[in-house]
Every structure is written in C-alpha cells, then in structure tokens.
C-alpha cells in the first residue's frame, strides 16, 4: 500500500493550498481516509477526515471553515483544500487510510510521508 501526498509548499498567510493523495495497492473506497499534521516541536494532530463515501466529514476546530475534504473514488485521491491559511498551519501535513469507521490517528491502518507546508506572515 502507498500514499503518496502531494501539493505542499510555502505560501504566505491568507493564501490557499490543494493537497492531493494518491492511494495504491488498497480498495480505496473500503477506507476511511484522513489528513493529520505535525508542526515542529509538537505532536501529530487530526486535521480531517473523510467517510467512505464522502458523505460524511469531520473537521479539527481550529481550521472549519478554512479547509475542505473531499476524494474522488474514481481516482483513489483524497484532497484537502486549505483557505485563509495562518502560520499556525504550518506543518508536515500526512494523509492515512483507515479501515474502521474512527478517525483516530491510533486507528489508521496506513500513513503516507506527508508534505510540508510553510505559511509565511
């Protein structure tokens, strides 16, 4: 199985981002899929998830109503969309496929290398 996340970069606050992750060697529409991040110094944090279907999503607080979730089954590709980016955002984002229907990191069956994205002030 790979995941292999993309679309990462340094863009300055207020601006926006894609990323993609382009899932392999798994039916991609039996996984729950979700993005996490880790800022330096700190702990990998949930970001978003995703159901199945796409029917259902959940968010961390800090970035509702700035970031989207959203995958194309027919593209095995998960995609995070991420407006109004803050400094804050800063970190190295991963994508993860989950079997179960939790969204804990703990959880996920599968983890990408993740991409770094660097909000500048």
């Known amino acids: 199985v790979q995941l292999q996340a993309s679309g990462g970069g340094l863009v300055q606050a207020g601006g926006s981002l894609r990323l993609s992750c382009a899932a392999s060697g798994l039916i991609f529409s039996l996984y729950r899929m979700g993005w996490f991040r880790q800022a330096p110094g700190k702990e990998r944090e949930f970001v978003a998830t995703?159901?199945?279907?796409?029917?259902?999503?959940r968010y961390t607080d800090s970035v509702k109503g700035r970031f989207t979730i959203s995958r194309d089954n027919a593209k095995n590709t998960v995609y995070l969309e991420m407006n109004s980016l803050e400094p804050e955002d800063t970190a190295v984002y991963y994508c993860?496929?989950?079997?179960?229907?939790?969204?804990?990191?703990?959880?996920?069956?599968?983890w990408g290398k993740g991409t770094l994205v660097t909000v500048s002030s």
């Open positions: 993860a496929a989950g079997y179960s229907s939790s969204w804990s990191a703990a959880d996920m069956n599968y």
């Open positions: 995703i159901s199945r279907t796409g029917g259902s999503t």
